[in-house]
């Protein structure tokens, strides 16, 4: 199962009453209260400095990992700081296509994606339907379904398909997938998108369909970004799909590559592992940070959950 | 121009006639999400029902001719130990890594960073969000890493002179529950956080003039005021937990045994491992019912907001 939009990291910011209110009132109010609030704001500190430690570790022991050129699996400041784990790693059958495979399944599946749920979502958007409400509760439902539990079934589907190890079928399978979320998001963000300006396009002789190219969807372009990203993104991540679907180096995505990695070999290479979960994340945490700059904050949980 | 004309009839009230094939020409761009959904998503729904009444193996003759068996897997499925035994682990792993370990701490979380300053708020909060953005696998094997007998973790219990079990070995299900806290708790964090901060101060500023305590505050004023939020990130996380494959295999591949098998990975093992692709089918279909009742309850509680 997905996860349900890309809401914004820093959520909690912006609220005046933690930050900047409080420190005024102990200046102007020398109260009794004033020390035992500062005792509780060290315990919220330190608690938060605990928690973001147990969070750190982990993360550090990749970037960490990937510049000692002895890594083992316990987290160390190398004594020696090296780039021969991304050199060795840097060749087309280790790094480059894998990634590359990566981003034809991902790119795709969101073209695919995005494509079909702007097409689909403009009916439901705009028209009154008598089974419109029935149709987006049968979407909702399939954004919830677990997904990955039905991997048996899907293997032996491609099995009678004959649609084990290719490329197109993965990405079919990955698109309808994320098909239901994404239209749902593509609705409410089309939803808000006044219908006034379409009819001014439908009586200067436009159709529905150029109406929703040329008014429609530039109007709705962040949004439509955001989707597209969010589907990306989910693409890009999955192991699981690929693992099960997808069995000849040639055609296989960076996340099962990494698998075999970790499994083959007989010891474990952690520093050339870590230097490649690097090269392999690196593109998810930069569409994260773009999504951040083009939804501004909230904008992106509205347009999955609507308020 | 033609349905424009027509909606404004309709608008007024009087009927509009209804012209033969309009409906069909405006649901059309449905067609290419819905024909994408009904093979590749409803179509391993349906295989996986119809799958899990046959024998059907991985390879050899009955991978090809597969026989019908009725009820067979499920009477088979009812009488496994091995399959109650991962009904409890799923029960076990969605409870105290989902219900109770995100949302306790992704609650704590929101309310501690409210309570902070500036740069503490955004350096947890970006740390615990990577650690949700990244790759799955990514995650998975910094896990593995920070919980392998000579890891992150036991070196750091060793400082305090304590010596820490073979964590994926003596407590696999301990190891993956903590593990799937570590990876989800950002998105209960940031749904929290977001409600939070809805809930007008001037609310529990009142209740704080009446005498009430900030616990009291808190569980009598704040909690009712955002149990939607709850029940909906509740729901998700639940149905998101149900279906985690990557995290448990790449920790512990479901062992040792099948001591950290939850359904998902237990319907691999049969149909891959043990070559029962009719039998894993079964356990897969099991674990789609399952997900698909919690799916409409969470689609009760949305109600709402589709109507």
């Known amino acids: 199962m997905t996860a349900l939009s890309v809401p914004p990291a820093d959520v909690t910011g912006g609220s005046p009453t933690a930050a900047t209110r409080r420190p005024r009132r102990e200046r102007h109010l020398p109260s009794v209260a004033a020390p035992r609030r500062r005792t509780g704001r060290v315990l919220v500190a330190a608690a938060l400095v605990l928690i973001g430690l147990t969070f750190l570790v982990p993360l550090a022991w990749i970037v960490l990992a990937s510049l000692d050129p002895a890594a083992t699996v316990s987290v160390k400041v190398p004594e020696s700081l090296t780039l021969d784990n991304f050199t060795q790693i840097l060749t087309w059958e280790t790094t480059f296509r894998p990634l590359w495979n990566s981003t034809l399944i991902s790119g795709g599946t969101a073209v695919l994606t995005v494509l079909a749920s702007v097409l689909a979502a403009y009916p439901l958007s705009r028209y009154q339907m008598r089974f419109r409400k029935p149709f987006l509760y049968t979407i909702l439902f399939g954004t919830c379904l677990p997904i990955t539990a039905m991997m048996v079934p899907v293997y032996a589907l491609f099995v009678y398909l004959g649609m084990l190890d290719s490329v197109p079928g993965t990405i079919f399978f990955l698109a309808a997938t994320s098909l239901p979320m994404a239209i749902w998001m593509t609705k409410n963000f089309m939803d808000s998108v006044p219908v006034s300006l379409e009819e001014a396009a439908w009586v200067d002789g436009a159709g529905s369909m150029t109406a929703l190219m040329r008014v429609v969807v530039p109007l709705m372009r962040p949004g439509i970004a955001v989707v597209f990203i969010f589907v990306f993104t989910q693409a890009w991540g999955n192991f699981f799909v690929p693992f099960v679907l997808l069995f000849s180096p040639d055609n296989q995505p960076a996340a099962v590559a990494i698998y075999s990695f970790f499994g083959t070999y007989g010891t474990v290479a952690y520093g050339r592992l870590a230097a490649f979960s690097i090269l392999y994340s690196v593109p998810v945490l930069v569409l994260y940070l773009l999504v951040q700059r083009f939804s501004g904050g909230s904008f992106a949980m509205s347009g999955a959950v609507k308020g | ?307």
């Open chain 2, 1 to 307: 121009m033609t349905s424009a004309v027509l909606d404004r009839s309709a608008a007024r009230g009087t009927r509009p006639r209804r012209r033969p094939g309009r409906t069909a020409l405006r649901l059309a761009p449905l067609a290419p999400a819905v024909a994408l959904m009904l093979v590749f998503l409803a179509g391993p729904v349906l295989w996986s029902f119809y799958g899990s009444l046959t024998n059907q193996a991985l390879t050899g003759y009955r991978a090809a001719a597969p026989e019908f068996v009725g009820l067979d897997n499920y009477t088979a499925l009812l009488a496994d130990d091995g399959f109650w035994k991962a009904v409890v682990l799923t029960v076990v792993f969605v409870g105290a890594s989902a219900v109770i370990g995100q949302n306790v701490l992704g609650m704590a979380l929101a309310l501690l960073l409210r309570a902070t300053s500036k740069p503490l708020r955004a350096t947890v909060s970006t740390l615990v969000v990577v650690a949700w953005v990244l790759p799955e696998i990514v995650a998975a094997f910094a896990l593995y890493a920070f919980f392998s007998t000579d890891g992150t973790l036991n070196q750091v219990l060793g400082w305090f002179g304590l010596e820490g079990p073979t964590w994926l070995i003596s407590v696999p299900m301990l190891a993956v529950v903590l593990a799937n806290i570590w990876r989800g708790t950002a998105f209960s964090m940031m749904v929290y956080g977001a409600a939070l901060s809805e809930v007008p101060p001037d609310v529990t500023e009142a209740a704080a003039i009446d005498g009430a305590t900030g616990p009291q505050r808190f569980f009598r004023i704040t909690l009712p005021m955002i149990r939607r939020s709850i029940s909906t990130n509740l729901m998700l996380t639940t149905l998101q937990t149900l279906a985690v494959f990557t995290l448990i295999w790449v920790m512990t591949g479901g062992g040792p045994g099948t001591d950290s098998s939850t359904l998902p990975v237990l319907a691999y093992q049969e149909a891959f491992k043990f070559a029962q692709v009719g039998y894993g089918t079964a356990i897969a279909t099991v674990t789609l019912l399952v997900g698909a009742v919690f799916s409409l309850v969470y689609i009760r509680v949305l109600k709402p907001e589709v109507d």
